[in-house]
């Protein structure tokens, strides 16, 4: 089964400043998707990004990259120039292309504040 | 375009009672799942459908059903209230096994 693991809890960025997030995932499967979902307080899953695990090119989305390493199972989210908008949960999740399922899974999630 | 509709944002449950949250989705997606999502948890998937009439379990099944009728609607099921259950709810619909998913907004059920 897949896992997806999000080993920062919490983080922490000053505005106007850049900060990374992780995500590392474990599967046996060579073609699937990955996104970073972000959560403000108002509880609205908003998708930030997708990478699809056949494009080699990395996602970006305006302030928002990523850094997807395949043979290491890394998705890590960049964003630039941080917003005090920006402060909010993020989620990693993986999602199969094969299979009648296609679920996401998640991660446990990021709380990132944004400081003035 | 409404997206996908979650009804009621909010409720309160005795322990024993039952309840239906409602989900509807208006753009003709196949997919659609519900998560509960918990403190330090994540978003853990509770049932999901592939189609209209399809339906199977997720990570967390237990103390939930599950119907699909329509391939626009996708209501859960709490058949007896436990407080275990208290949490935020998402319902969540796609286009095809491709591609991402569109969240409601969420359902906050507190059981006491």
């Known amino acids: 089964a897949q896992t997806v693991t999000q080993s920062q809890p919490e983080m922490s960025v000053q505005e106007a400043e850049t900060v990374t997030l992780s995500c590392t995932y474990d599967t046996s499967e060579s073609d699937y998707y990955l996104f970073w979902y972000k959560q403000p307080p108002s509880r609205q899953m908003i998708l930030v990004i997708r990478q699809e695990a056949y494009k080699q090119q990395n996602a970006t989305e305006n302030r928002f990259s990523v850094n997807f390493q395949k043979a290491a199972k890394s998705f890590s989210l960049k964003i630039s120039d941080s917003q005090l908008g920006d402060a909010a949960m993020y989620f990693c999740?993986?999602?199969?292309?094969?299979?009648?399922?296609?679920?996401?899974?998640f991660g446990k999630g990021t709380k990132l504040s944004v400081k003035p | 375009n409404a997206g996908v509709t979650q009804t009621p944002k909010f409720q309160v449950l005795k322990t024993g009672q039952s309840m239906t949250l409602q989900c509807a989705q208006d753009m003709n997606h196949e997919y659609m799942s519900w998560y509960r999502q918990d403190p330090g948890m994540g978003l853990r998937l509770i049932h999901y459908s592939v189609g209209a009439g399809i339906t199977d379990q997720g990570e967390v099944p237990n103390g939930y059903n599950v119907s699909r009728s329509t391939t626009e609607d996708f209501p859960l099921r709490l058949l007896s209230a436990a407080p275990s259950q208290t949490s935020v709810y998402f319902c969540?619909?796609?286009?095809?096994?491709?591609?991402?998913?569109?969240f409601g907004s969420g359902t906050r059920l507190t059981v006491v």
């Open positions: 969540a619909s796609s286009l095809s096994r491709y591609g991402g998913y569109t």
């Open positions: 999740a993986y999602r199969s292309r094969g299979g009648s399922q296609g679920n996401l899974i």
